[in-house]
T-cell receptor, first 117, second 109 residues
Framework: GAVVSQHPSWVICKSGTSVKIECRSL??????MFWYRQFPKQSLMLMAT?????????EQGVEKDKFLINHASLTLSTLTVTSAHPEDSSFYIC?????????????FGDGTRLSIL | GIQVEQSPPDLILQEGANSTLRCNFS?????LQWFHQNPWGQLINLFY???GTKQNGRLSATTVATERYSLLYISSSQTTDSGVYFC???????????FGIGTKLQVIP
């Protein structure tokens, strides 16, 4: 089946640091990738949708200058949390979808736990 | 926006018992998936089922798109089934995915 690799799986860093998370589709071309954030005991909240070669579409309330998304190729999208602060600590998950309409299934990475001290 | 409601929010089962989880959605969908999130946070894709019925081992799912609901059946539950089960949908004409709040399942020996 389709595989999505997300790295790193765990990050602990100091306040003010910028953190980059990578999401790779290993065996298919991901024309669309999604980034989610999940707080403890809550559901996944969509942060942004990125299509290869174009700017990401951010959900309402998500700061685009804070959460930089790049989808430069059909197999890689990155999320950079700039100048991270403790309130940015969360579980971040990416997903990828192949070519075709929105009726294609999503495939998820294993997530990144981000802890800002 | 689309509403996705899951029930029950919490469920405790004795090992070996059966259960049914429900997902109601407020609009026509192109895509519906059921996921199991294990205690480590990994999301396991269980079913891609915008309509119809599918079975995979002890799990099966049915989506009745015209009535806007989907059911996930777990038979002969095992402790490894514990975790949170999410329903996620994509409404027609959009690519955004909306998740339900999940059902937290605990299977006890």
């Amino acid at each position: 089946g389709a595989v999505v690799s997300q790295h790193p799986s765990w990050v602990i860093c100091k306040s003010g640091t910028s953190v980059k998370i990578e999401c790779r589709s290993l065996d298919f071309q991901a024309t669309t990738m999604f980034w989610y954030r999940q707080f403890p005991k809550q559901s996944l909240m969509l942060m942004a949708t990125s299509n290869e070669g174009s700017k990401a579409t951010y959900e309402q309330g998500v700061e685009k200058d804070k959460f930089l998304i790049n989808h430069a190729s059909l197999t890689l999208s990155t999320l950079t949390v700039t100048s991270a602060h403790p309130e940015d600590s969360s579980f971040y998950i990416c997903s990828a979808r192949g070519r075709g309409a929105s009726n294609q299934p999503q495939h998820f990475g294993d997530g990144t736990r981000l802890s800002i001290l | 926006g689309i509403q996705v409601e899951q029930s029950p929010p919490d469920l405790i089962l004795q090992e070996g018992a059966n259960s049914t989880l429900r997902c109601n959605f407020s609009d026509s969908v192109n895509n519906l998936q059921w996921f199991h999130q294990n205690p480590w946070g990994q999301l396991i894709n269980l079913f891609y089922i915008p309509s119809g019925t599918k079975q995979n081992g002890r799990l099966s799912a049915t989506t009745v798109a015209t009535e806007r609901y989907s059911l996930l059946y777990i038979s002969s539950s095992q402790t490894t089934d514990s975790g949170v089960y999410f329903c996620a949908v994509v409404i027609r004409g959009y690519q955004k995915v909306t998740f339900g709040i999940g059902t937290k399942l605990q299977v006890i020996p």
